[in-house]
T-cell receptor, first 114, second 111 residues
């Protein structure tokens, strides 16, 4: 299955600033997914990113807050904009694995907003 | 509305024992049910998955039991080991759509 490199692995950011998280995959994939995992909680899908088109956002997530880029078939970025402490979470990117229906996840970016 | 309910929230099992985690779903259109294992500081990793045409699937010490009529499925970890200590998530999807995750179970296997 695909190997995902996600950067940064963790960061501490000031309220009101923005952070861009990078996700690099070692093979070409059609769709990439961004998830949020709040402390001790489950994974919530933020958006689906297809190369060459605008990302599709889930209910409760908007492009102004979480802009996503997908410039090619192996790379995507998620920006967390105008951060508040409520944005403190682990952010994970994911791609569909070789097995139909299975997904591979990156190691995540642990974000703390102070 | 939570579509996949997972229990228990946490679980402590002695080494060598059986760990059992349960999930229930609401959407009868779901047709793919994976379990993910997550260690601290890592992303979730696919552990085992099942489709509703079978009632059980076993891979090594890990078994999924599936009850379509009850809309429930469970993960059994036989001969649990300290290295199995992790958070386990059940999930469900329809076709090739994105996954809906349960809230997770933190498993601790005591030596």
């Amino acid at each position: 299955s695909a190997v995902i490199s996600q950067k940064p692995s963790r960061d501490i950011c000031q309220r009101g600033t923005s952070l861009t998280i990078q996700c690099q995959v070692d093979s070409q994939v059609t769709m990439m997914f961004w998830y949020r995992q709040q402390p001790g909680q489950s994974l919530t899908l933020i958006a689906t990113a297809n190369q060459g088109s605008e990302a599709t956002y889930e209910s409760g997530f908007v492009i102004d807050k979480f802009p996503i880029s997908r410039p090619n078939l192996t790379f995507s970025t998620l920006t967390v904009s105008n951060m508040s402490p409520e944005d403190s979470s682990i952010y994970l990117c994911s791609v569909e694995a070789d097995r139909v229906g299975g997904y591979t996840f990156g190691s995540g970016t642990r974000l703390t907003v102070v | 509305q939570q579509q996949v309910k997972q229990s228990p929230q946490s679980l402590i099992v002695q080494k060598g024992g059986i760990s059992i985690i349960n999930c229930a779903y609401e959407n009868t259109a779901f047709d793919y049910f994976p379990w993910y294992q997550q260690f601290p500081g890592k992303g979730p990793a696919l552990l085992i998955a099942i489709r509703p045409d079978v009632s059980e699937k076993k891979e090594g010490r890990f078994t999924i039991s599936f009850n379509k009529s009850a809309k429930q499925f469970s993960l059994h970890i036989m001969d649990s080991q300290p290295g199995d200590s992790a958070t386990y998530f059940c999930a469900a999807s329809k076709g090739y759509s994105t996954l809906t995750f349960g809230k997770g179970t933190m498993l601790l296997v005591s030596p």
